[in-house]
């Protein structure tokens, strides 16, 4: 929670770096060297070493992607808690026939090269279109890989993916990564034993979460999901609460999707919706991160999110009694941000799908 009303500050964008190719995501490996990693949509992991890029990527895997699809491509990375001793990382990307493909390589004896050959598929999953792929791995504070899968694209989700426990599309999957080949179940998945359903669902009725991160400091995750025509969702629930229905497709944001009666008892509602109508609107939107860095102490625990095609700049926060939520539009920012993304300090970064990295800075704190 906060005691701050973060639409009390001003807020602007340091460039950090540009010139990239349509980047997807931004992490860091853990690991104290202070590096940025930059993924790229054609196939190419870079590494930013103090606003610099490095001249050679860390990976280049760009004759396994598939990226002719807005949506589709090299999607994010996740470095193994362990990443220092192991050099494990994690890559979703959809190959050149569009399906979701998660795999894992171990980086080479040069820390700023990963070694190609060392690569090991985990899971594939079959898209019949070219939307709606989700697209990000990270790894929880449990220590297990999640990855978010959207409902597998065409409007209105045609097969029903995000009610039905029986596709892994539309859902939050949760894997051991560090025991069995090639993964294994965690004995404490909601729908383990279940008849009709998959062992690696942890959470349904999304239709495209592309980008969802952990706070943990308050155990909670949050997660951004587009929407279809009419609202953007944020919804935030406990980290450790498996099983949770979002509600799509019989619910868009806090609206019953197409039927005018629909019955929410038992769904995630969202914390924070808003629509295409409107000036504070948009169209799709782009999560988000918690700050949790040292520039701006007093906007420790909130979590900023912004809608890809306005610029609009939103920010989410507890009140002080920890649990209902406020949220506000408290900028504006002339990107289009494809993704966001924290250094291992805690300081938080937009990528602009034109191919600039910037660090969201805030300031000039003031009474309302």
Known sequence: ??????????????????????????????????????????????????????????????????????????????????YAANGRFFVNYTDTRGNTVIAEYRVSNNPDQADPSSARVLLRIEQPAANHNGGLLLFGPDGYLYIGTGDGGGAGDPINAGQRLDTLLGKLLRIDVDNGQPYTIPPDNPFVGLSGALPEIWAYGLRNPWRFTFDPVRELIFIADVGQNAQEEVNVASAQ??????????????????????????????????????????????????????????????????????????????????????????????????????????????????????????SGHRDR
């Open 241 to 362: 609460a498996g099983g949770l229905n979002y509600g799509w497709r019989l619910m868009e944001g806090d609206q019953c999707y197409r039927s005018a009666n629909c019955d929410p008892t038992g769904l995630v509602l969202p914390v924070a919706v808003y629509g295409h109508d409107s000036a504070t609107g948009g169209c799709s939107v782009t999560g988000g991160e918690v700050y949790r860095g040292e520039r701006q102490p007093l906007l420790n625990g909130v979590y900023f999110y912004a809608d890809f095609c306005t610029g609009n700049l939103w920010a989410l926060w507890a009140d002080a009694d920890g649990e209902s939520w406020q949220h506000a539009l408290v900028s504006r920012v002339n990107i289009q941000t494809t993704s966001f993304g924290l250094d291992e300090a805690g300081e938080m970064y937009l990528l602009d799908r034109a191919g600039g990295v910037y660090r969201l800075v805030a």
């Open 1 to 82: 929670m906060t005691a701050i009303d973060p639409a009390t500050f001003d807020y602007a964008l340091e460039r950090i770096a540009d010139g990239f190719s349509r980047p997807t995501h931004l992490t860091h490996p853990g690991d104290g060297s202070g590096r940025l990693f930059v993924v790229e949509q054609a196939g190419q992991i870079w590494i930013l070493h103090n606003g610099k890029r490095l001249s050679t990527p860390f990976l280049d895997i760009r004759e396994r992607v598939g990226s002719r699809g807005n949506e589709q491509g090299l999607l994010s990375v996740a470095f193994h808690p362990q």
